[in-house]
């Protein structure tokens, strides 16, 4: 019984060997005899079975290995050993070793991709690299290739910075490919940091011990959740024109007296190297409170016309929390349980597929005005109003990392009303007292108000020349006769004025005789 191996510092698969060695190789055998024992061996190296020429037979005494030096090995040579071993009975057993071949080159990659783990085939990896992510996992393909001795094995890992593996050491790849099948590695144990860059390190050996290693060129983790992240945080803000001074703006309103537009501005979003930011925006009808009544299974309640109406096509599927009440939705509208939104996406909105909500693209700007002439948005109901940004590179969205800002704003095109016309005034000699308790109030419940007071001589009606329009915190107010020098005799004009949240207003005067 008998075997007999070299070696070179490569190793084996089935039946081949393989070796990078250049002029040494070690070699061993194995020879049993039960009867009468070995009594010694003697050893050569040959380029085929039996043969010689690269070392004649040497004798080793009873050693059974031993190690060549001084060979010249060349690339893609096949190296046979040759062990003849005699027993104590003068018996000869020669036998020659499987083939080692000598494999002088490491793995020769083709191609490392970013973000590819899936890929069906080299050629379509050829052409695919994935410079950004917002998968919380970070995978690679490669295609690698040894012409003389095959792959042995890949291993991955990754990290910030090229070569680098501070993100995750290496780690075994359960297939190593070939020069005509990619492999694959994909981890999500890892926690990625938004706007970092991640890069590939990818390592191969052959069978003949030999290694090479490759490196992606990065992709950019970006955060479902932190995308917008920065100084301030996302942001969407109304604007309306201020119906004391026209021409002049108030910035973030949560209630504006036209429903015809919606002025809107967002900032807040941010970015990084190489993406753009691109916006929608979405409005939701919310039905307030105060507008729902009780009607019959299968009407609902117009505000409009004050009474109950079929539920029309619209509103097919709007039913209240008792089933007995339908929800009044706009022409065009439906109602999802909690507001009203569009059933079909009119032109230059682009429909959600997952929610069936009509979002209006805007490009990479930070502000926009919305028309309804055709939808007037409706007294005394809020809209919800929602801006979400993504990333765009190239012309792929990445629809992963999507933030949004959102803001209400109510619709009031009514002044606050007055219901009682004048002012409870009392002057004690001194000082001219006012009072408008329940005099005004808005017709949207819920609303606060503003208060002003003016205070005049009558003959000087409208100047005000006395105290110019004031903020009055309640609904009273004491003028001091030292400060503004009121006397007896003299006729005055108080005025208050009552300014709900659209910056709507309604002006009462009283005259006040000292």
Known sequence: CCCCCCCGGGGGG??????????????????RDPESDIFDFMWALGTRPGGTQLQDFTPTGRQTAAVATGLTLEHGMAVFLSVVARNGA???????????????????????????????????LASLDLDFTSEE????????????????????????EPGSLNTLPLQLARDAGSALVPAHFSTSSVTLTHGATYFAYVE??????????????????????????????PFVAARTMLEQRRGEFRENVSSQTSNRELRLVWGGFSTISGTTLNYEVL??????????RLCPSG???????????????????????????????????????????????????????????????????????????????????????VVRGYLVVGT???????????????IDTTPPVAYELSLIQSFNGTDLAVDWSNVFEDDIPGTELEFYAALGEARYRGRWNLADWTAVSGSSLRFSGAHY???????????????????????????VET
């Not at 089935?14 to 020879?31: K, P, R």
């Not at 060129?217 to 932190?226: A, P, Q, W």
């Not at 693209?361 to 502000?367: F, K, V």
């Not at 020098?485 to 005259?511: H, I, K, P, S």
Request: glycine share 8%; net charge negative; charged share 15%.
């Open 14 to 31: 089935g039946a081949t060997f393989y070796t990078n060695a250049l002029s040494e190789l070690q070699v061993f055998w194995n020879f």
């Open 299 to 385: 009407r609902y309640y117009s505000p409009g016309v004050q009474q109950c109406l079929s539920c029309n096509v619209a509103c097919a599927a709007c039913t209240g929390p008792s089933a007995q009440e339908c929800q009044a939705c706009h022409l065009g509208f439906r109602f999802d349980g909690r507001s009203c939104h569009l059933t079909t996406c009119p032109p230059l909105m682009v429909q959600d597929l997952q929610d069936g909500t009509c979002w209006r693209p805007m490009g990479d700007r930070l502000s926009t005005v919305l028309d309804f002439a055709d939808y007037p948005l409706r007294q005394g109901f809020s809209y919800q109003i």
């Open 137 to 160: 996992t970070l995978s690679v393909a490669w295609v690698v290739g040894d012409a003389e001795s095959a792959i042995a094995w890949c291993a991955v890992g990754f990290g910030t």
């Open 485 to 511: 020098e009121l006397t007896n005799g003299t006729t005055y004009v108080v005025g208050v004025r009552a300014v709900n949240e659209a910056g709507l207003f309604t002006v009462v005067t009283a005259d």
């Open 204 to 233: 191969c050996a052959n069978r003949a011990g030999l290694r090479s290693h490759t490196l992606s060129d990065g992709i950019v983790y970006l955060s479902n959740t932190l995308v917008g992240a920065s100084a301030e945080p």
């Open 90 to 124: 003068g018996l000869v057993q020669a036998l020659p070793s499987r083939p080692l071949f000598v494999d002088h080159t490491a793995p020769v990659f083709a191609h490392v991709r970013d973000g590819t783990a899936g890929t069906p085939g080299a050629s379509d």
């Open 283 to 292: 409005v939701h009808e919310l039905a307030p409170a105060h507008v729902t």
């Open 396 to 410: 792929s969205e990445l629809r992963g990392s999507t933030v949004q800002a959102e803001t209400t704003v109510l």
